[in-house]
């Protein structure tokens, strides 16, 4: 018995210290990211604007806006990486007892029907292929409409959009506005600094620059050279990356759901059924100040649980024939909520 003891402490030891390497390997990315932000700050500031650039006011305007960007880049960044995840309220847990009888039901539609039954009192508008309440058999929960299981992450993610290597964190409904930010400041960084240094790249290939200090056959304009080229890189990368998330805030869709329409219990599969239009869909991600629009602060609208859909009259009379019971329908499945200005804590 003792000798059984130790060899399972040790299996849990070593388990332990997988799991530690592990967590510590995710963070390789986000480290390179902030190499990268590092190096081009001393590129930028000291290798250009204070060793390059002798104009005294042409520093001044380069560095004040550059520190602008600079700050909101970084400060979206942060967030997106240190956000918590969403996840899903303790009351949509099903309990153990029910849990038993899902997993040693005999039938499908036994299953469906006890799922059902335990979500008869919550928002949920998405179903399965087969029509049941989307159920997580690894974290025992009924799925919010959204709501997604995250590998990495070891959870079920409120409006999980994808696990990002690059931010160690999944993109989802507490940090979507910082990481679409994060992507837009990201660019405007590689941008500006592409095209603040372009004349001095241009001056370092005519060699004008081989008289100033330390750029003088030094490592210094080779700091210029790569900071060109590696900005630019970024910026082409950037573009289409976020100019598709972009799309996907107008539209009110997740990666996930752009890949595979959400089933709604009513009218199936539909890629648009959260668009609200272009305004609404922005200020759902956004908020609906616009003063905070454009600054990583949260100002997300709504719970991350329920979500406004649209409204889709001429499918609800083609589906039950009659205004009566279509007006019914609508006040059950397609309820006029709105999002509030709920914050997080």
Not at 141 to 161: E, F, N, Q, T, W
Not at 251 to 265: D, G, H, V, Y
Request: glycine share 6%.
């Amino acid at each position: 018995m003792p000798v059984a003891m130790g060899n399972y402490d040790n299996d849990g030891k070593r388990s332990t210290a997988l799991g530690s390497c592990m967590s510590a390997l995710k963070w390789i990315p986000v480290i390179f990211i902030a190499a990268v932000i590092a190096w081009s700050y001393y590129a930028y500031v000291v290798q250009l604007c204070l060793l390059s650039i002798e104009n005294t006011f042409e520093q001044i305007v380069f560095l004040i806006f550059y520190h602008i960007i600079c700050v909101l880049f970084f400060w979206s960044y942060w967030n997106t990486i240190f956000t918590p995840v969403g996840t899903v309220p303790s009351n949509w847990r099903i309990p153990e007892t029910d849990i038993e009888h899902i997993f040693h039901a005999d039938t499908q539609d036994q299953q469906k029907r006890i799922l059902e039954n335990f979500a008869k009192t919550l928002p949920v508008t998405n179903r399965t292929l087969n029509g049941s309440v989307r159920f997580c058999e690894k974290c025992k929960i009924i799925k919010p409409d959204r709501a997604h299981h995250c590998s990495v992450c070891g959870a079920c993610v409120l409006k999980m959009d994808h696990h990002c290597p690059w931010v160690n964190n999944c993109v989802n409904f507490t940090n979507y506005k910082y990481f679409v930010l994060f992507l837009g400041y990201a660019l405007l960084y590689c941008l500006y600094v592409a095209l603040t240094s372009l004349e001095y790249f241009i001056r370092f290939w005519r060699s004008d620059l081989s008289q100033q200090g330390d750029l003088n056959g030094g490592m210094g304009r080779f700091h210029i050279l790569f900071l060109f080229f590696v900005s630019l890189m970024f910026a082409i990368s950037l573009v289409s990356l976020f100019g598709y998330h972009v799309y996907l805030t107008l539209m009110n869709r997740t990666t996930l759901e752009a890949f595979r329409a959400p089933i709604f219990r009513i009218g199936g599969p539909d890629k648009n059924g959260y668009n609200l239009g272009k305004y609404a869909n922005f200020q759902e991600v956004f908020g609906d100040n616009w003063k905070l629009w454009f600054l990583p602060v949260y100002t997300s609208m709504g719970d991350g649980i329920s979500y406004p859909i649209r409204h889709l009259e001429e499918d609800a009379e083609s589906l039950l024939g009659n205004s009566d019971t279509r007006i019914e329908m609508e006040e059950d499945v397609f309820p006029e909520t709105r999002f509030h200005s709920t914050y997080l804590p």
